[in-house]
């Protein structure tokens, strides 16, 4: 699954390259390539992947041959790049609103979405919020 994000943004990401245009949301598109953490420069889009694949059984065999990489690490990106030389893996493009639980505001953010929105506290936990803004 991925996700635009900003181009100052890319090097915290994995970053997919695509067979044409990029997908409209709800919709996927023919991967070419992915690169971990590339540099702005080194980008092939401004669409990262955003933590959900599915993916054949047959990416544990291809991450088992996985040489390390960035971070001395085996990355699942590489892996990808070699099932990509095999078959099609194509990159869906999200609906919705997505939070970077990575980053610490990002999951602050998250967790002030999903509060304000829950069913049991949301009305109170707004007030709460109100309070401190005043």
Do not use: W
Not at 67 to 86: F, W
Not at 92 to 102: H, N, P
């Amino acid at each position: 699954m991925v996700e635009q994000v900003p181009m100052d943004k890319v090097s915290q990401y994995g970053v997919v390259a695509l067979e044409g245009d990029a997908p409209a949301a709800g919709t996927s598109q023919v991967m070419t390539g992915v690169v971990e953490k590339p540099a702005q420069a080194d980008a092939p889009s401004d669409l990262a992947v955003v933590g959900r694949y599915i993916l054949p059984a047959r990416i544990f065999e291809l991450l088992a041959d996985t040489a390390p990489g960035a971070g001395n690490e085996i990355q699942l990106t590489d892996a990808i790049a070699s099932l990509m030389k095999e078959e099609s893996v194509e990159a869906y493009r999200m609906q919705g609103v997505t939070y970077d639980c990575g980053s610490k505001i990002g999951y602050l953010q998250a967790t002030l979405a999903y509060a304000k929105r829950h069913p049991q506290v949301g009305a109170e936990f707004a007030e709460l919020l109100r309070q401190y803004n005043d």
